[in-house]
Nanobody, 129 residues
Framework: QVQPVESGGGLVQAGDSLRLSCAAS????????MGWFRQAPGKEREFVAV??????????YYSDSVKGRFTISRDNTKNTVYLQMNSLKSEDTAVYFC????????????????????WGQGTQVTVSS
């Protein structure tokens, strides 16, 4: 069992960069797939990125809307996953959530929030245009 806690959100201008962190307490962090989701006001929660558990090679997968701008990474020595966000746009404004889950299957199946067992409380990212 892990408990994710997000940090690093804030108010930035369009074109700026921001790095979110997700520290996950608990054991066996490296065995979890770690994902980032976001939810804008009045919209459903949407998938952003996922990084596979470490022994599977740490593969990554991104939504089309962030591919090429965002990078997900993990540091298992710190039980932390990161989301580096570059070239931010106003449409990136949302509450960003970190989630952890175990299980098999292609990373493309991890775009569903139902695959994750543990969620953080979220961190607000606001991008002004």
């Amino acid at each position: 069992q892990v408990q994710p806690v997000e940090s690093g959100g804030g108010l930035v201008q369009a074109g700026d960069s921001l790095r979110l962190s997700c520290a996950a307490s608990g054991r066996a962090f490296s065995s979890y797939n770690m994902g980032w989701f976001r939810q804008a006001p009045g919209k459903e929660r949407e998938f952003v990125a996922v990084i596979a558990w470490s022994w599977s090679g740490g593969s990554t997968y991104y939504s089309d809307s962030v591919k090429g701008r965002f990078t997900i990474s993990r540091d298992n020595t710190k039980n932390t996953v990161y989301l580096q966000m570059n070239s931010l746009k106003s449409e990136d404004t949302a509450v960003y959530f970190c989630a952890a889950g175990t299980g098999s299957g292609a990373l493309t199946t991890w775009v569903s929030s139902h695959r994750y067992d543990y969620w953080g409380q979220g961190t607000q990212v606001t991008v002004s245009s």
